[in-house]
């Protein structure tokens, strides 16, 4: 056997210690890209969240409210005009 070819001698002579990678990202911003890389399902759920919580009032108290509920059904009853 050459010494090119020596495998077992080269691992021996190996060192035994892992890689060790520092973790740069801390904070909030390193916590939330590590929970959306993890979990991506959570991106739908924070973008619902975000449009209900933004169009959810404008939609329930709009200045039409009585107006398009009234339009919308005949039934509506709202105690006269």
Do not use: W
Request: charge should be negative; proline fraction near 6%; hydrophobic fraction near 40%.
């Amino acid at each position: 056997m050459s010494s090119s070819q020596d495998y077992e001698k080269a691992v021996s002579d190996a060192s035994d210690e892992v890689a060790d990678f520092d973790d740069h990202r801390k904070g909030f911003v390193g916590r939330l890209q590590h929970a959306l890389h993890v979990t991506p399902a959570l991106v739908p759920l924070i973008v619902l969240v975000f449009a209900i919580a933004l169009f959810g009032p404008y939609f329930a108290t709009g200045p039409n409210c009585r107006r398009s509920c009234r339009s919308a059904n005949p039934y509506y009853l709202d105690g006269g005009d």
